[in-house]
């Protein structure tokens, strides 16, 4: 099983980055995806999941600004950020879920700065 994040960067203030993790090993279509993140001198907090029939869920810091989504074709899940915080600095990991085994990417940072 591999996960792949990209789309990691430095962006100023308010602007969008999109996040992707490429998946394979796996038979997507059973998977939970989700983002989580952990900021420099923080724990790592989920920030969204998609379940396999597509409901989701987000913390509320980014409800609003983030959209989690999956494409079954590509086998990959995507995290939209827009109206990027400072606070919103973070390495992302990616996880995909299936009851009680779990599988992560190796992380992107992203950092939100002037």
């Known amino acids: 099983v591999q996960l792949a994040e990209s789309g990691g960067g430095l962006v100023h203030p308010g602007g969008s980055l999109t996040l992707s993790c490429a998946t394979s090993?796996?038979?997507?279509?059973?998977?939970?995806m989700a983002w989580y993140r952990r900021a420099p001198g923080k724990q790592r907090e989920l920030v969204a999941e998609?379940?396999?029939?597509?409901?989701?869920i987000y913390t509320d810091s980014v409800k609003g600004r983030f959209t989690i989504s999956r494409d079954g074709a590509k086998s990959t899940a995507y995290l939209q950020m827009n109206n990027l915080k400072p606070e919103d600095t973070a390495v992302y990991y990616c996880?995909?879920?299936?009851?009680?085994?779990?599988?992560w990417g190796q992380g992107t940072q992203v950092t939100v700065s002037l």
């Open positions: 998609i379940a396999s029939d597509g409901s989701t």
């Open positions: 090993g796996v038979i997507f279509s059973m998977y939970a």
């Open positions: 996880n995909a879920r299936v009851g009680s085994w779990s599988s």
